[in-house]
């Protein structure tokens, strides 16, 4: 099979500001047609990782590209084809938003005024108000405007939903699966779970400037491993299954209170653990969804078991 050439790529990117600050060796791929996660905590590198692909930065080493272009040197490139939202707006003072509006037109030569209606009118903008009496929410939604206004095949969506109150953080993410499946490609750089989980079809996690793991969203929805919730009659029951050794299991965390144990089955081994739970009185039983905040979460713990996302790929 002939391999795609991906519309965004950054190859063995490092950009070293010294005491560990920047990224380290950093490689992801969007293809077009795809919703590509950037999950990271603030102060990852992911904001550093944008600006090279951008091409606001010189890497120290490695390469940034967009449609094939090498990013640094070619920015008025890249931005007159891409709609791209920074994490943290630089909006002029003096202007209302209308003003913004029309100077981001101006700068890209182009003006959509259905689009730009549609978009103030799903994101309740007043484009009216003075931008220094705009709140964060406001001022986001304003710069969320702004990346879309145009409809831009390729959008770089850096903390997109950073200000947005709950409501509108809901509607952006409802938004992203309808840009989606009208086959726009956007990398969306965040630290929310749940936008990242709804809208994304590849996920890479970054830690610490380095590139950790990539894999597709399905995967971890239909992982090998299986998490349980077991109740038991007693709590010394609950104690001595917590205290069991098995290949079939592995048991991870007990509440003595509630007399439950948390255990993680290979589906393969299903036989094996029903057979060791046969000689207890269970109470309750349930299935315990393994989460993207779950796995997540998994690398920032000092003991790390990465079991069940086929086609997972783990960077050390």
């Known amino acids: 099979m002939e391999e795609r050439t991906p519309i965004i790529e950054v190859s063995h990117l490092v950009k070293d500001y010294g005491h560990g600050r920047g990224v380290f060796d950093v490689s992801i791929a969007v293809h077009k047609g795809e919703c590509f996660g950037y999950l990271g905590p603030n102060g990852a590198g992911k904001s550093t990782t944008i600006r090279h692909i951008m091409g606001f930065s010189k ?20 931005l007159a084809r891409v709609g791209y939202l920074p994490g ?26 259905e689009r730009l209606n549609y978009l103030l009118d799903l994101f309740r903008l007043n484009p009216n108000a003075d931008v220094t009496s705009m709140s964060l929410g406001e001022k986001r939604k304003l710069a969320v405007v702004a990346a ?25 993410i409802r938004f992203i699966v309808e840009e989606k ?16 989980d709804a809208t994304c079809d590849n996920i890479a996690i970054i830690k610490d400037g380095k590139h950790v793991s990539t894999f597709a969203a399905k995967d971890l929805k239909q992982g090998e491993i299986a998490t349980y919730v077991v109740r038991f009659g007693s709590n010394e029951d609950a104690e001595r ?12 965390e007990i509440n003595s209170l509630r007399k439950k144990v948390t255990v993680a089955v290979r589906r393969d081994h299903f036989k094996a653990f029903f ?42």
């Open 275 to 316: 057979d060791a739970l046969s000689h207890y009185p269970i109470r309750e039983f349930e299935e315990k969804p393994f989460t993207l905040q779950d796995y997540f979460m998994s690398f920032y713990q000092e003991e790390k078991t990465f079991l069940g996302l086929s086609g997972v790929e783990e960077k050390k």
């Open 181 to 196: 499946k009208r086959g726009k490609t956007i990398l969306l750089s965040s630290h929310i779970f749940s936008e990242v």
């Open 59 to 78: 890497p120290s080493s490695g390469s940034t590209k967009v449609f094939g272009i090498e990013s640094f040197g070619h920015t008025d490139k890249i």
């Open 241 to 252: 299954f917590y205290q069991s050794k098995s290949d079939a299991y592995e048991t991870k």
């Open 148 to 172: 879309f206004m145009n409809d831009p095949e390729v959008l770089i969506l850096d903390e997109p939903t950073s200000g947005l109150d709950p409501i509108m953080q809901q509607v952006f």
């Open 88 to 113: 943290e707006p630089a909006i002029p003072a003096g202007l209302n938003g209308t003003g913004f509006l029309r100077m981001m037109q101006d700068m890209r030569g182009e003006r959509n005024e």
